[in-house]
């Protein structure tokens, strides 16, 4: 799956436990009619994919959706859900590096030559 839109929030890399767990957290607007604010979150080594983006570059982000169940002390069974990235690429440079789509020169074309001779198509309007 993917997400893509404008950064709009880039987190520091945090440190969790005696292990060094290490998470960084990245928010994403997606350009659409309502568009949605997307908290990606990139754990371990992947934190470092964050480096080189910014607030406003386009990007798209490659994702998993992550569940877990926890039991509370009460007994109580609870789920959460969170949006893991594992690649993310920025979309300026496809743009900048994509020619620009160009129409054939007019003098290519033939031009019609009688106007008032009707011709049959097959055209549904």
Same mark, same amino acid.
């Given at each position: ?16 436990? /005696?292990?060094?767990? $290490?998470? =960084? %957290?990245? #928010?994403?607007?997606?350009? !659409? ?28 982000? /490659?994702?998993?959706? $992550?569940? =877990? %169940?926890? #039991?509370?002390?009460?007994? !109580? ?49």
């Amino acid at each position: 799956m993917e997400v893509q839109g404008k950064v709009k929030m880039i987190g520091d890399t945090q440190t969790f436990g /005696s292990n060094g767990f $290490r998470k =960084r %957290e990245i #928010v994403v607007t997606t350009e !659409e009619q309502y568009p949605q604010h997307i908290m990606v979150e990139f754990v371990q080594d992947k934190c470092d994919l964050l480096n080189p983006f910014q607030v406003g570059h386009d990007v798209k982000i /490659s994702i998993n959706l $992550r569940g =877990r %169940e926890w #039991v509370n002390p009460q007994g !109580e069974t609870k789920y959460f859900n969170s949006i893991q990235g594992w690649r993310i690429e920025s979309l300026q440079a496809v743009a900048q590096n994509a020619p620009a789509p160009t129409a054939p020169p007019a003098d290519n074309f033939e031009p019609a030559s009688d106007f008032s001779k009707e011709e049959h198509d097959d055209l549904p309007f």
